[in-house]
């Protein structure tokens, strides 16, 4: 912005950096919007490697949700109105402390053809005579590498409301209006999200008479798995021990495996968490059964489906698991409807 080392700025830089990529980006993302998954700044970023857990746990919580892609478009926006206006404010220093010279040069356009697209592109502001364009300024402020007259320097500045009310007008009034019809759908969307959430609550109120009630029911517990399975060693349990798990579920009648073996939890990297979250199929996830149940595994449970196997053992091998343990993760899992609690058969072996 501030030029080369006379303070020459080409116009024609301003006009694609200030109108033509925020028109362009904002098109994509609307198009996108309407035909495919939605593409913007926010769905880029969510597919970044490196966030930290949290936020990426946030992202795919987002994603989840029924309208991710206007939410995600709508924090595009807002993204880049935040740009927009440091962009202003940036625009604005240089004018006061600096004698910003706008320029134009180009091999192939002649001043007639940059005249017409300027003019178009300005017709928003058509009112605003100042920030308009001239054939007279555009002759008198194009410039040469060779052939260099700059005997009337005041013409120079005289671009300022032009490229302001370009950025006023293709970079922040259309993706405030893209962003506000988007809060209007997001609202609408929380809005009707809750009504149909206090129509279950009531349901489930008419089901249950007392709160705490609810509170000291508990999950049942089966002891067979039904379905084929992917392993998720969330609590790191050694290799002899699992094998010992698989051995006991394959006592029974059902013809079940394992499928595949996922790594989650707080012993596993970044990546090898991120894919367990996306897993979708039938996960068998052991945990230590003596540990209380956290908001972190709960989070982790949210976004997906199986068999939750709480486990204790000791220098002997597997046993038992104590009532009180097994209670508290019966009440843990009670919400989670796409999860059973599994327990081993350990007394028939």
Excluded at 4 to 24: C, K
Excluded at 74 to 89: G, N
Excluded at 190 to 210: A, C, E, P, V, Y
Excluded at 261 to 268: C, D, H, W
Aim: glycine fraction near 4%; charged fraction near 15%; aromatic fraction near 10%.
């Amino acid at each position: 912005m501030s030029g080369d080392e006379q303070g020459r700025v080409n116009i024609l830089h301003l006009v694609a950096i200030y109108i033509f990529l925020p028109v362009l980006s904002l098109t994509i993302s609307l198009f996108s919007l309407s035909f495919g998954g939605g593409i913007n700044l926010a769905t880029i970023s969510s597919h970044v490697p490196f966030w930290g857990s949290d936020l990426a746990r946030s992202f795919l919580r987002q994603k989840q949700q029924p309208n991710s892609r206007i939410l995600f478009l709508y924090q595009s926006q807002i993204a880049a109105i935040a740009f927009s206006l440091a962009s202003l404010l940036v625009f604005f220093v240089l004018l006061i402390t600096t004698d910003v010279n706008f320029i134009w040069r180009s091999t192939l356009l002649n001043v007639e053809l940059v005249y017409s697209l300027l003019d178009w592109l300005a017709t928003p502001w058509s009112f605003w005579t100042a920030a308009q364009p001239s054939m007279s300024l555009l002759e008198l402020t194009q410039d040469s590498r060779l052939a260099q007259n700059y005997s009337e320097a005041n013409n120079f500045g005289q671009w300022w409301q032009f490229i302001l009310a370009s950025q006023l007008f293709y970079a922040l009034l259309l993706r405030s209006l893209v962003s506000i019809i988007c809060k209007l759908l997001i609202l609408r969307a929380q809005s009707s999200s809750s009504i149909q959430s206090f129509g279950t609550n009531n349901r489930k109120s008419d089901k249950k008479s007392l709160s705490t009630e609810i509170k000291n029911e508990l999950a049942e517990v089966i002891y067979e798995v039904k379905s084929d399975y992917s392993l998720n060693n969330w609590c790191g349990l050694d290799d002899n021990l699992v094998a010992a798990i698989e051995k006991t579920l394959q006592q029974s009648d059902l013809n079940i495996s394992r499928q595949s073996e996922l790594q989650a939890g707080p012993l596993v990297s970044h990546s090898q968490q991120m894919v367990s979250e996306r897993w979708q199929d039938t996960q068998l996830l052991l945990v230590k059964g003596w540990e209380p149940p956290l908001a972190e595994l709960a989070d982790f449970m949210q976004n997906g489906q199986g068999y939750l196997l709480p486990l204790d053992w000791n220098n002997q091998g597997l046993q038992c698991l104590d009532p009180d343990h097994l209670n508290e993760w019966r009440r843990f899992i009670l919400p989670l409807d796409k999860w059973q609690l599994l327990q081993l058969d350990l007394e028939r072996e």
